[in-house]
């Protein structure tokens, strides 16, 4: 099975900040890379897929890049509603694991 | 608009199981296919399989296999996820996605939360 590591797994930041958050896995998975956003008592959101592209209706501060092993989710300038935590996924192979999400908080 | 509207909360006593449905609208069932992902209190998203309308076969997380059932009835436009032989630690929100041919969860249910609880 693929293995999906996230780092950091918390970040403090505030409004306004960018910030990175970086997603590995344990093998190859080409561009089979997707990122969501998970709010408590929502349903997760999908922000970016294939790596890089970004979902209709997500706002474009949101950024996505890498491929093969090593990817990075980009915020380029944090809003409050940005505050929740975040997954990457790989669809590059059966079974679709998830990263351990990285919780992005208010400083 | 497709949307997937899934059951309500469960409560369950342990070695009991559990069927949590998930009915898609705005969109023929057999176009879309279906995975299942859940989230215990204070973890992560955990992938546990997918149904593929295209052939009619499933794919199990390794860890539910012999537990998990995945099914779809065409003829309501509904996907069902039962659960057997539960354990407290199976308590966690449910969810249903839909996936795209790029591999991404473009649509979720609204998650269904399964208590097991003696």
Known sequence: DIQMTQSPSSLSASVGDRVTITCRASQSISSYLSWYQHSPGKAPKLLIYAASSLQSGVPSRFSGSGSGTDFTLTISSLQPEDFATYYCQQSYISPYSFGQGTKLEIK | ????????????????????????????????????????????????????????????ARKFQGRVTLTEDTSTDTAYMELSSLRFEDTAVYYCASVRADGSFDLWGQGTLVTVSS
Request: aromatic residues 8%.
């Open chain 2, 1 to 60: 608009q497709v949307h997937l509207v899934q059951s309500g909360a469960e409560v369950k006593k342990p070695g009991a199981s559990v069927r949590v449905s998930c009915k898609v609208s705005g969109y023929t069932l057999t176009g879309l296919s279906k995975h299942w992902v859940r989230q215990a209190p204070g973890k992560g998203l955990e992938w546990m399989g997918n149904f593929d309308p295209e052939d009619g076969e499933t794919i199990y």
